[in-house]
């Protein structure tokens, strides 16, 4: 819930296999399964293992579901906050939580925090600071520093941050020992869509003309949460029309729908 401003704590159930596409990223972020997993094996050498990571891509591409599935295939468990959630805080609140969460995590070390929108809070200091200024944010921040710093490489604790906005984030949040790895989270090609449809349409009662390349092929630009929302309008719309089955046809109406309300949010914002 958002009052609690942090969640977690839990193991999760999501593993790769949630996740379609993004053969690249899940390369990536393999190795720091195996970090979370045998961290013994890595310090031997006297290497120090990354403590975070900076996802990074458009909305709605799995940059969630791909920190959940990280924690999923580690077995371990999942701490996560949201950086929007800490404009406007009262003074002292935000940079208290901080610190509340990493103590947390600590004790149930190895696991993973996950940050969303973390250029929220890692705003570059220096510029587009908004009049008046909002120095909590700036508190929540030099703690989240603090903090990145106080653990060591071999607390177990690995930190995930997502942002669409990487030219924004202070400097600070990229030097070594910090977010010191990208990996891009980017929009599915067709073949991605495919996949990614792939996985959804999997718990749908299904006419046998539901093809996913030819869905694929009338999404482009659709992000994985936009396929997702086009299977369950899909299955809504031909429950709807009193089907046994979702058909082609449903989907084509949902396809139509998801778009017309991109349509409007794009005007909206504009
Ligand atoms: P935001 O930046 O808006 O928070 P995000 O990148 O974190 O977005 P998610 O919240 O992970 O995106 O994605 C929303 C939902 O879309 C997921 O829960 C999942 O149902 C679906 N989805 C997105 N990407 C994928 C994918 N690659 N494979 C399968 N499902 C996906």
């Not at 020992?177 to 067709?190: L, Y």
């Not at 792939?198 to 092929?217: E, I, Q, R, T, Y």
Request: with cysteine.
């Amino acid at each position: 819930s958002r009052a609690a401003l942090f969640e977690g704590g839990d193991k999760v159930k999501i593993t790769f296999k949630d996740v379609a596409g993004l053969e690249e990223a899940k390369e990536e972020v393999q190795e720091i399964v195996e970090f979370l997993k045998n961290p013994s094996k890595f310090t031997v050498l006297g290497g120090k293992i990354p403590k975070g990571a900076l996802l990074v891509g458009p909305p709605g591409t799995g940059k969630t579901l791909l920190a959940k599935a990280v924690a999923g295939e580690a077995d371990v468990p999942f701490f996560s906050l949201s950086g929007s959630d800490f404009v406007e805080m009262f003074v002292g609140v935000g940079a208290a939580r901080v610190r509340d969460l990493f103590k947390q995590a600590k004790a149930k070390a190895p696991c993973i925090i996950f940050i969303d929108e973390i250029d929220a809070i890692g705003r570059s200091r220096s510029r587009g600071n908004v009049p008046g200024g909002n120095d909590e944010r700036e508190n929540t921040l030099n703690s989240l520093l603090v903090e990145m710093d106080g653990f060591g490489t071999d607390s177990g604790v690995i930190i995930l941050a997502a942002t669409n906005r990487p030219d924004t984030l202070d400097s600070a949040l990229l030097r070594p020992g910090r977010f010191d790895r990208q990996i891009s989270v980017d929009k599915p090609d067709i073949i991605g869509r495919t996949q990614i449809f792939g996985v959804h349409l999997k718990p749908l009662a299904l006419s046998p003309d539901v093809d996913a390349k030819k869905l694929a092929a009338q999404t482009p630009g659709f992000a994985g949460a936009e396929i997702a929302n086009v299977c369950n309008e899909a299955a809504l719309i031909a429950a709807r029309r009193d089907k046994k089955m979702v058909t082609m046809q449903d989907f084509q109406d949902a396809i139509d729908r998801v778009i017309g309300g991109l349509e409007k949010k794009n005007k909206l914002i504009s």
